[in-house]
């Protein structure tokens, strides 16, 4: 059965917002019947951005909307996993799957962001070390929630060795919350989202090159006789959606972004360009899931705009 087309809002939150801006956006994305509502993990911001109040954190932040929202699909895009321990990090995304009643979604990346790092004193490996940890990582936290109640889980490797884990707390969702694995590697990340993702992400990237890697994973899914097909492939795009030229000028200089840079990059124009180039990703790379890169998070009629003149376009 071909899956549904989904939108979905993904937020930038290091960039300068409150958890009260964040629960604005997720209650207006709900109301106005959005799929889900996705944020970055990161603890700096990047680029010019103040980054005024200061960062807020990924899984918190998901515990509270887990709570103050009833529908929306919530999770990362991408958490890194040089931030936390791979059997805590299995435990907080457990319990947060709980509080929201099943809603959790978990990306996982290797972490790349080294001014992050240095700023708050995490450690930051060579990109080797940094990529082995991501697959103990996923080995670790998926090998936790399969385990049977009642068993154990015993973990011995390059980084990280668990003995006689109980294993618990278990997700709602079984065998697991959604995994989600992304990035532009042609090599070990294919192979790593065959052995562990339930949905493959391309942020910020052109469709030719999406299909490109897209088809890497296809093929490391066959070297292990896993079916692609299983496998949700999405994207990530930065979004500026205006009813006119006018308002889509407004929006890319709120954003500090030139529209002609958007429509080339971007999701960018008004809602009859937008889902023009919708209709082109998928049928060009066979997308099922789009994440709406929201950069002002203040402008909750951008939200509402693209959900009545955008997703209504869709078939």
């Known amino acids: ?34 799929d889900a509502f996705f944020r ?19 899984w918190l932040t998901l515990a509270g909307l887990a709570r103050e929202t009833s529908r929306l699909r919530l999770g990362t895009l991408m958490s890194a996993a040089t931030f936390r321990l791979p059997g805590p990090l299995a435990v907080s995304v457990a319990q947060a799957d709980q509080m929201s009643g099943g809603r959790i979604e978990f990306g996982l990346g290797s972490g790349w962001y080294e001014e992050e790092h240095t700023a708050y004193g995490i450690p930051f490996p060579p990109l080797k070390e940094r990529f082995e ?7 670790i936290i998926t090998g936790l929630w399969a385990t049977p109640e ?6 011995s490797g390059t980084h990280y060795r668990l003995s006689e884990s109980p294993a618990l707390p278990k997700p709602v969702q079984r065998p697991r919350p959604p995994v989600l694995i992304g990035g532009g590697g042609k090599k070990r990340t294919p ?8 949905e493959f992400n391309l942020p910020f990237v052109d ?3 999406a299909a490109a890697q897209f088809e890497r994973v296809g093929r490391a899914c066959a070297e292990i006789d896993r079916d692609p097909a299983e496998i949700v492939r999405s994207a990530a795009l930065v979004l500026c959606v205006g009813k006119d030229e006018a308002q889509v000028a407004r929006r890319a200089e709120a954003i500090g972004r030139d529209v002609t840079e ?38 909750l009629d951008h939200i509402e705009l693209v959900a009545s003149e955008v997703a209504s376009g869709l078939d």
């Open 133 to 139: 940890r991501y697959s103990e990582q996923l080995e």
């Open 40 to 58: 970055s993990d990161h603890y700096l911001r990047m680029g010019e951005s103040s980054g005024l109040p200061g960062p807020t954190d990924a």
């Open 207 to 209: 469709q030719e090159t």
């Open 262 to 299: 958007l429509r080339a990059n971007g999701l960018a124009g008004t809602p009859a360009e937008v889902v023009d180039k919708i209709g082109q990703w998928r049928r060009n790379t066979g997308i099922t899931r789009l994440y709406l890169q929201v950069l002002d998070l203040s402008d």
């Open 150 to 155: 009642g068993e154990t889980f015993d973990h």
């Open 191 to 198: 192979e790593l989202a065959a052995r562990f993702a339930d």
């Open 1 to 34: 059965m071909t899956e549904e087309f989904k939108l979905r809002i993904f937020t930038e939150p290091q960039q300068g917002a409150t958890y009260d801006d964040l629960l604005r956006v997720a209650r207006t994305a709900e109301a106005a019947g959005y």
